[in-house]
C-alpha cells in the first residue's frame, strides 16, 4: 500500500546551522500532514503540522514546506540545537482518523 | 504527555501468557490509539477507537484486542503473547482525528 518515508535516515549538523528533513509521501489524497520529534526513552511529541491547502507553516524556528506537485514534505528547523537531537518523523492523515508514520530521520546535531 | 498515562511502563513476561496495558487520559477526547513501535518500522497502528466501545483494526492487529469501556481509558490486551510482540507500545489520543498526542510508551519484554 501507499505509504510515507524519510529520504535519509540519519541527518548531522552543525550547531548554529539549519537542518533540512526530507518526507516524501505517495498518497495524493492526502489531506492532512504532521511533524514530530522522539527524544529517546520518550513518546514522540508534535512539532508542527499542515493541511494540503497550504504550502507553507511556520512555526518556532520550524517551517513546513509541502510541494503537492512531486508529493514532497520538508522540515527545516532554523540554528540547530543540541536539545534538537532526536529522532524526526512526517506522518500522512488520509482523511480519516489515523495517521500514517514514516520510518525516521535521526538528526544528530555537532557542536 | 498531554493528559495521557499509560501503565505499567515496563513490563516483562512470558511466552503464552495474557497481558493487558491501560491508556488513561484525562482530556476528554474522543480518539485513542494503540501503536507499536519496531526499529525499522516506525509506528504502526494496531486499533483504534472513535468512541466508547466503537474500536477498528489497524494495520497490525493481529494477536491483539482493544476495549473501551469509558471516554478516559483504553486497553490494549494480547491474548497470548508471543516473542514478535516484544516492542514499545504507544497510547495516543486525539480530539478530531488528526493531531495525536502520544503517551510515554510502555517497553513490553516476551521472553
Known amino acids: 500500500g501507499e505509504s510515507v518515508g524519510l529520504h535519509l535516515p540519519t541527518l548531522s549538523v552543525q550547531e548554529g546551522d539549519n537542518s533540512i528533513i526530507n518526507c516524501a509521501y505517495s498518497?495524493?489524497?492526502?489531506?492532512?500532514f504532521i511533524w514530530y520529534k522522539q527524544e529517546s526513552g520518550k513518546g514522540p511529541q508534535f512539532i508542527i503540522d499542515?493541511?494540503?491547502?497550504?504550502d507553507k507553516r511556520q512555526g518556532q524556528r520550524v517551517t513546513v514546506l509541502l510541494n503537492k506537485t512531486v508529493k514532497h514534505l520538508s522540515l527545516q528547523i532554523a540554528a540547530t540545537q543540541p536539545g534538537d537531537s532526536a529522532v524526526y518523523f512526517c506522518?500522512?492523515?488520509?482523511?480519516?482518523?489515523?495517521?500514517?508514520f514514516g520510518a525516521g530521520t535521526t538528526v544528530t546535531v555537532r557542536a | 504527555d498531554a493528559g495521557i498515562t499509560q501503565s505499567p511502563r515496563h513490563k516483562v513476561t512470558e511466552t503464552g501468557t495474557p497481558v493487558t496495558l491501560r491508556c488513561h487520559q484525562t482530556?476528554?477526547?474522543?480518539?485513542m490509539y494503540w501503536y507499536r513501535q519496531d526499529p525499522g518500522h516506525g509506528l504502526r497502528l494496531i486499533h483504534y477507537?472513535?468512541?466508547?466501545?466503537?474500536?477498528d483494526k489497524g494495520e497490525v492487529s493481529d494477536g491483539y484486542s482493544v476495549s473501551r469501556s469509558k471516554t478516559e481509558d483504553f486497553l490494549l490486551t494480547l491474548e497470548s503473547a508471543t516473542s514478535s510482540q516484544t516492542s514499545v507500545y504507544f497510547c495516543?489520543?486525539?480530539?478530531?482525528?488528526?493531531?495525536?498526542?502520544f503517551g510515554s510508551g510502555t517497553q513490553l519484554s516476551v521472553l
Open positions: 506522518a500522512e492523515n488520509i482523511n480519516d482518523y489515523k495517521l500514517s
Open positions: 499542515i493541511r494540503s491547502n497550504m
Open positions: 482530556e476528554n477526547h474522543r480518539y
Open positions: 477507537s472513535y468512541g466508547v466501545k466503537d474500536t
Open positions: 495516543a489520543i486525539s480530539e478530531q482525528g488528526k493531531k495525536l498526542f
Open positions: 498518497n495524493s489524497a492526502s489531506d492532512y
